[in-house]
């Protein structure tokens, strides 16, 4: 018997996804899962974990379908599985050698781009958003790299204040960003 394979376009198929349309979530699993295993594999170099955590991870994008902002498929689908490594990485207390890191040519620079423009424009947007003092300490603090005891004598305030303020604009970020947390990770690895 022979399969029609229905090719649609990611974001048809997350409309659909949206939809509760189990048959988009099987032709994303059979475009995609494959290159996430091999993504996931690069870094844990097992078989059974990564397995999990691929069949994690379309659990968890079915049960949760209406409920994910996805914006672009291929790059949501690839920061999923590698905030999935990370956490098991973390929650094993697993170190992955910086060696391993091999990221294909086509789903590093795409994604990274793609994902790096979207985290200075969100990023840009909640900070602005941010209460005065607690913007221009934020500021002070990552983008002039001061530090705490500089901008305490700066701003004529305690450490204590300008921790706490830093505190408060990190916990408006977070939010904001947790769907690019593995590209924020990649910045700051590849950037020094």
Known sequence: MSRTINISSDQDLVLRLQASDSEALKIIYEKYASALYHSAYNLLRNKEICEDLIHDLFFDLWMKRTAHNIVVLKPYLYTSIRNRVLMHLRASQSTVDIAELE????????EYLVNEKEIRQISGLEVSRLPEKCREIYQLS??????????????????????????????RLRPALKDYITTLILMVLFSA
């Open 103 to 110: 990221f294909s040519e086509e789903v590093c620079s795409a």
């Open 142 to 171: 990552r983008l002039e790299q001061k530090s705490h005891k500089e901008i305490a004598i700066l701003k004529g305030i305690s450490i204590k204040t300008v921790e706490n303020q830093i505190t408060i604009a990190l916990k």
